[in-house]
Structure formats: structure tokens, C-alpha cells
């Protein structure tokens, strides 16, 4: 079976992404100490580039200081950044066609930074952290709003191809469109639009400071997987919201840090044991694709098989497809996919790789594991 389809070119509002393969955004732990980029960094990227993904979404970049999830966190809040950004994205754009997001996000509620006390739409408490975040004040969210329009307008000038707006796993954006973590009854919540509000806000203020071309994309919550939280039916409005604002893409996810509190095999890292287990977010593509409009969607969750994933491409469930943990273990994976060895990823999903995140860069277990082996014999 060739994959004609996998590896056609489709575009993501003016910008031409080779294939239908994106690198989701993870964090690696791979930045200089306090965010700034350097070789180590630029290598892991540019591993992804020489193996064929056709759109690299960055790790988590932080928009202010108080917003990040470690001392090695990529960070974007001011001009000193921007040189490691332009350094990197030139490396990525030396390999033919390929293109680089940045992905930019605060972490909310689910802060543990020791000098920034964590913040989110109301004070409620976050049974993973044992924190409660402070209310913020209209104001505050105004501010922070900004800060999220600064920092992709430096994105756009250090030179990537797009932004995506990071509104998932319970970080500060999500915060916004779950009733779990949003109990105001201001312009920020209460209802579905004002719950969607900031995000609005956020793209009007993007455009008003670069333009209509450059393509503004969003990795939406559609589920907490909580008690009280944000269920898919009303993600799907705050989807067509954004898709009738004008984003480009949305790359719907679920599951927040609290999901995972009691449960082993959580979102969004779930653990897949068979070919049940994978691609798990397709029904949530499968109620958002009628109404993309001209807006791009990306199928995330345990994608392991090309065939498959030619399949819902052809089907026209989704327009492209998203991979992280997979390309931890094979960087190479969509070449080797485009030579014609369809051999499912070998990423069997045990999240050691996140494991490896706590304490330096990350790395897969299991491959390690196996070289080692195969270097004894």
C-alpha cells in the first residue's frame, strides 16, 4: 500500500506543510537553565527535521516567568530570547520545506514554580499539587492576555512559519473553558462565549499586532476526564467559536495533571496495550470535522499505524496527523513510513520518556534500553 495521501502536501492557512505529519508539542527539558535556547535543544529539533515530520510544533514556550514549568523551560517573554529562537527556526528551515510552530502557554493552576504562587480564572483547589491558585482580577487576565499577544509577536518575528496557542491539560488557557476551574460569573465566564472569551481575545490581539497571514492555531481542551469537568458537547461550541473567529488549526486533546491522580492509565499520555487503545481522539475529530469550515484539524492521541492513519485521512476525519512519544523513540519514523516500511511505530507508550523529564532531557527508555542490550552482544 503506498500512502499517498500521508505524504501530500496540505496547507495550514497560507503555509504549505509537506506532509501530514506533525510533531506535537512536548516538553523535552532541553533548554539552557532559565529558557534560553542552545545546542542541545537545536539538535533534538533538527533530529525531527532530518527524520521527515513536515510540521514541528515547539515544546512549551512560556510567556512570562511565572508561567513556566521548570528553570529549563523554553521561555519567549522578552527580546533577550529571541536570538536562540531565530538560531533554531533557521536550523529547521535548512531542511527542504519544513516547517516550525511555536507553541506558547502559561501553566496556570497546575504552577509549582517555588517564587510564583499558581493563578487561574477561580481558587479552586488542585488535588494533584494540594495548591489552590489565586483568583485573578479582570485586570490581571487582561495583562497576561497581552503578555500571550507579546510573545507571539515574537515568534512571528524570530521566524516561525505559525503559533499555536497551548489551551489543554489543565495549563492557564484551559482553565478558562472548563467548568471545573472556571466559576466566574464575569466577561470571562459564566457561558460558553465568555468561558471562550480569552482565546478570542488573544487571536484579535494577535492579528491587530501581525497581520492576517501568519497562521494562528490552537491545541484545544475538549474533555477534563474530572468530575464537574468539561465535557465534549460543549467543547464542540467553543470549537465552532474559534473556527468563526478565523484559527487555522485546532489539534483537540483532553485530560488535565489532576486526571491522573489515582489513575494509571490517564490522558494525555495514555498507556496503549493494543490497537483498541490507539488513536483516542478520533470520535472527538468525528464531531468536529463538520463544522472545520476552511479551518485545519489535527488527530492527536496513540497513533501508531500509517495505514490507519491514511485511512482517516482519506475519510476526511482530520487533515493531519500528530505524533509525539512515537518520535521520541523514532525520530526517523516518518521516512522510514515514506520508504515503504509500514511497520507500526515501535513506541510501545509506557511514558517512561516523561518519567525521564523530571530530572533532565528527555529521552525513550526502551530504545536506550535496547541499544545497550544489543551493544553487549
Known amino acids: ?43 533534538f529539533y533538527k533530529e525531527l527535521a532530518k527524520g521527515g515530520t513536515g510540521l514541528i510544533i515547539s515544546e512549551f514556550i512560556a510567556v512570562d516567568q511565572s508561567g513556566t514549568a521548570s528553570a529549563y523551560q523554553v521561555r519567549l517573554d ?19 520545506e519544513t516547517k516550525i510552530a511555536a507553541q506558547i502557554a502559561h501553566t496556570g493552576r497546575q504552577s509549582v514554580h517555588p517564587k510564583y504562587p499558581p ?19 479582570i485586570e490581571e487576565i487582561r495583562s497576561l492576555i497581552n503578555k500571550f499577544v507579546d510573545t507571539g509577536t515574537r515568534a512571528y518575528h524570530a521566524g516561525y512559519d505559525m503559533v499555536q496557542l497551548h489551551a489543554a491539560h489543565g495549563y492557564f488557557l484551559s482553565n478558562f473553558v472548563s ?3 472556571n466559576r466566574r460569573k464575569d466577561e470571562y465566564g459564566g457561558n460558553i462565549e465568555n468561558m471562550a472569551r480569552i482565546l478570542v481575545d488573544i487571536y484579535n490581539g494577535l492579528r491587530d499586532e501581525i497581520g492576517n497571514e501568519f497562521p494562528i492555531t490552537i491545541k484545544l481542551q475538549t474533555q477534563d476526564f474530572v ?33 491522573q491522580v489515582g489513575v494509571k492509565e490517564a490522558y494525555p499520555s495514555k498507556v496503549i496495550k493494543s490497537p483498541e487503545d490507539e488513536n483516542y481522539f ?3 475529530c468525528k464531531r468536529l470535522k463538520p463544522m472545520m469550515k476552511n479551518c485545519k484539524l489535527i488527530l492527536v492521541g496513540g497513533i501508531k499505524n500509517p495505514v490507519s492513519a491514511e485511512i482517516f485521512l482519506n475519510d476526511k476525519i482530520t487533515d493531519f496527523i500528530s505524533m509525539c512519544r512515537p518520535l521520541i523513540y523514532e525520530p526517523d519514523l516518518p521516512n522510514r513510513w ?12 509506557c511514558n517512561s520518556c516523561y518519567m525521564t ?8 527508555v526502551v530504545r536506550k534500553r535496547r541499544e545497550r542490550k544489543k551493544k553487549k552482544n
Open 179 to 181: 467548568p471545573y476551574t
Open 78 to 96: 522578552n527580546d533577550s530570547f529571541l536570538p536562540g529562537h531565530k538560531r533554531l527556526v533557521h536550523s529547521i528551515h535548512d531542511y527542504p
Open 282 to 284: 478520533l470520535p472527538t
Open 357 to 364: 523529564s523530571l530530572t533532565g532531557p528527555v529521552y525513550c
Open 338 to 349: 515514506r520508504n515503504g516500511d509500514l511497520t507500526p511505530a515501535k513506541c510501545i507508550s
Open 227 to 259: 468530575p464537574g469537568g468539561l465535557l465534549l458537547d460543549d467543547a464542540v461550541k467553543i470549537a465552532k467559536i474559534l473556527v468563526d473567529t478565523g484559527f487555522n488549526a485546532i489539534e483537540p486533546s483532553g485530560g488535565i495533571g489532576e486526571t
Open 119 to 137: 493563578v487561574a480564572p477561580s481558587a479552586v483547589p488542585d488535588k494533584q499539587t494540594g495548591l489552590t491558585p489565586r483568583k485573578l482580577k
Open 1 to 43: 500500500m503506498k500512502l499517498k495521501t500521508l505524504f501530500s502536501p496540505e496547507k495550514i492557512g497560507n503555509v504549505q506543510i509537506k506532509n501530514r505529519i506533525v510533531r506535537s508539542a512536548t516538553y523535552v527539558r532541553r533548554a539552557e537553565k532559565y529558557g534560553s535556547i542552545g545546542d542541545q535543544l537545536i539538535d
